[in-house]
């Protein structure tokens, strides 16, 4: 994948597949750790917040591509 930095390159549709890959990638990090027990009981709500800032970052990139494939049709 190439990594755009032009908005007319498709730079907003790049930051969705990369916000969703940095949340899939999280996810499997935190289960993992889950089932290994490295994640005590006083971490889960560290862990929950830094999943919810990923799924914030998601929709707010699909809102942003979204708006953007609007204005081009």
Do not use: C, F, H, P
């Not at 907003?12 to 990638?25: N, R």
């Not at 289960?31 to 290994?36: D, E, F, I, K, S």
């Not at 889960?44 to 942003?64: D, F, H, M, N, R």
């Amino acid at each position: 994948m190439k990594i755009y930095d032009s908005y007319e390159k498709g730079y907003k549709e790049q930051q969705v597949a990369i916000k969703t890959t940095a949340q899939a990638l999280l996810t499997e990090a935190i289960t993992a750790r889950l089932a290994n027990g490295q994640i005590k009981a006083d971490e889960l709500a560290l862990y929950g917040a830094v999943l919810e800032e990923a799924e914030t970052a998601i929709k707010y990139a699909e809102k942003q591509y979204a708006e953007e494939k609007e204005g081009k049709d």
